[in-house]
């Protein structure tokens, strides 16, 4: 497992924030000409929230200098006006740090702004510039600003950068090593998709001894992540396939998907330590995701139970209801703005959920890697059966169905669950 050298990130809990969306921040670019705005500190208001659920590590969404939504990057070594200065991610860090918060920055470095200053030198410069030689242009560049280039997914407002230029490299391995002596304790790379494998491994490497305990995780979607990983040098990916099943799985009430994409789950986990989440700020919450509410507790259940890195997306653990939607502003009732005090937003059965669920996790540390399986199997029950290295073991009795059944020898009431370990 490539993050055997890095411990923490087995116990580590995240709590997911899309930074701009959070403070309340305009994300139409209409305000980029005003003064800074001093509005972190509204997530240090929410870290005692955080740990009180029990969670550790903060993930934190782009906080850069950007045009919009904070994934047209303008400048990666300075904090979005939006959000505040320097200051204020200095004072969230160290907050973070006083109540042993982890902090995981995004790295947007597939693509850049088209303010950005590398794509404007590009521009003057022209196609044929030395400036214009860092940005891609294969066989579907589109002419923007008068500049063929390649964009990311459609979207002219993101240039994509040339990712076999060595200043490219230099650029991204000398973000990354700022923010780590700034005090964050690594990266999630966004879109590492879309990038080569070989240029993570080009810019991570030369950090390595420098910052040892460094965690990279690479967003991938589709593919051979265990390749990715090994190819890339990252210490971890998201486990979209994961994520996938856990919620058809309970929308469908169809547990044999689960357990199928569990044994592939199994086989990620002997290579690395996966990402795990229910939600993210790009998805449907899962509260809208599943239409019977009844089931929400076993994706909670499940997502603390099974092996991985946890990631919960603020605001789930308050049950809170949005719908992605593919248009232009489809992603801003995935992102609302929290309220400056946490207690108007009062705590429910979802945080009840989230309780005891990191709790039976923070009490099996183990099951960060543990081996699943499965044990009477249908289409609305199930008996997961967690095993760790050390002979450990831990069973999930999840029933999705309208009637009590007995699982594991314990009785489980419709639509209910019961957790228990060989120790209990």
């Not at 040892?212 to 396939?241: C, K, M, N, R």
Request: glycine share 8%; proline share 5%; net charge negative.
């Amino acid at each position: 497992m490539n993050s055997a050298h890095q411990p923490w990130p087995q116990t580590a809990l995240w709590w997911h924030v899309y930074p701009l969306g959070f403070v309340g921040a305009d994300t139409t670019g209409n305000d980029l000409a005003g003064p800074v705005e001093h509005r972190l500190e509204r997530i240090t208001a929410w870290l005692d929230e955080l740990v009180a659920i029990g969670l550790n590590g903060l993930l934190l969404g782009p906080v850069f200098a950007s045009q919009t939504h904070g994934y047209d990057t303008v400048d990666h070594f300075r904090i979005d006006p939006r959000l505040g200065d320097d200051s204020d991610v200095d004072a969230l860090i160290a907050a973070c740090r006083e109540r042993g918060i982890r902090v995981l920055l995004d790295g947007v470095f597939n693509h850049v702004g088209r303010d950005h200053p590398w794509w404007r030198e590009a521009v003057e410069g022209g196609p044929d510039s030395a400036a214009a030689a860092r940005f891609a242009r294969g066989a579907d560049a589109r002419e923007v600003d008068g500049l063929p280039v390649d964009v990311f997914e459609g979207h002219d407002a993101l240039v994509v950068l040339n990712h076999q230029h060595p200043e490219v490299v230099e650029l991204v391995s000398g973000v990354m090593a700022h923010w780590l002596d700034r005090g964050v304790d690594g990266w999630r790379l966004d879109a590492a998709y879309a990038v080569p494998p070989l240029f993570w491994r080009s810019t991570i490497e030369p950090l390595r001894e420098r910052f040892p305990d460094a965690w990279f995780v690479g967003e991938v979607i589709h593919g051979d992540y265990a390749q990715y990983v090994e190819e890339s040098g990252l210490d971890s990916v998201t486990q979209y396939e994961l994520w996938k099943a856990l919620r058809s799985s309970l929308q469908e009430r169809n547990l044999f998907e689960l357990d199928w994409s569990l044994q592939r789950h199994n086989s990620f986990v002997e290579h690395f330590l996966p990402m795990t989440f229910l939600g993210n700020h790009d998805v449907t919450r899962i509260a809208s995701a599943v239409d019977d509410e009844r089931n929400h507790a076993a994706a909670i259940a499940l997502l603390c139970f099974v092996s991985g890195a946890p990631s919960v997306y603020a605001g789930d653990e308050r049950g809170l209801e949005a719908i992605k939607e593919e248009r232009a502003g489809g992603d801003d009732a995935i992102r609302p703005e929290f309220p400056a005090d946490p207690g108007d937003w009062p705590e429910n059965a979802y945080s009840a959920a989230y309780r005891d669920a990191i709790a039976f996790r923070r009490q099996h540390p183990w099951l960060a890697t543990a081996r699943i399986r499965t044990e009477q199997l249908e289409n609305t029950a199930a008996l997961f059966i967690a095993e760790g290295g050390d002979g450990q073991r831990a069973t999930l009795a999840v029933n999705l169905g309208d009637e009590t059944l007995q699982l594991g020898g314990a009785e489980v009431a419709a639509h209910g669950i019961a957790r228990w370990s060989d120790a209990e």
